[in-house]
């Protein structure tokens, strides 16, 4: 399902004294969260903080924000959930944010057969799995090419091509 505001990181703590934070990014790559320059603080983007400066440091980005001139101020952000605004990201065409796929319908590319609901996603290196619930059972699907046939967010409808025996339960 489609959010103005989704959830990139968490500030987990300072860096130096000059107010700078160290954020646990949640994005798929550190360098996407560093082209951000608004960071909400609630997923309604009732306030923000503005990024003047952030960069990869090992496992965190470090950033200075607007207004947070000391480790004083930096301190009081600390566990602070962060968000961004869905407008701000420019991804290509049938690119999505994965959040998004949770609770979207699967059908079979075939059939038209309704196949279940995204409860989640894994992230295994290769190719993330697709965690699809109907009723009590769960399907895991990997998303692939040749699985996946469409994906369409706005509706949310992913149409795919399982492979042969993972859904054979169901008939």
Request: hydrophobic share 40%.
């Amino acid at each position: 399902m489609k959010q103005n505001f989704l959830e990139v990181g968490k500030i987990v703590g300072t860096h130096g004294v000059r107010g700078m934070v160290r954020i646990q990014a949640w994005c798929d790559t550190p360098e996407f969260f560093c082209t951000l320059k608004k960071l909400y603080l609630d997923k309604n983007g009732a306030s923000y903080l503005e990024a003047l400066k952030a960069s990869p440091h090992g496992n965190v980005v470090i950033a200075a924000l607007k207004g947070v001139d000391s480790i004083e101020e930096a301190e009081k952000y600390r566990g602070k959930v962060l968000y961004m605004a869905r407008k701000d990201a420019e991804l290509e065409e049938g690119q999505y944010f994965i959040t998004e796929l949770i609770g979207c319908e699967v059908f079979d590319a075939d059939s038209g057969k309704l196949l279940g609901k995204i409860s989640e996603v894994s992230e295994t290196g290769a190719n993330d799995v697709w965690h699809i619930k109907k009723e009590e059972k769960e399907y895991l699907i990997p998303c692939i090419d040749e699985v996946v046939i469409s994906v369409d967010i706005d509706a949310e409808k992913v149409v795919i091509r399982p492979l042969k025996g993972i859904f054979e339960d169901e008939d």
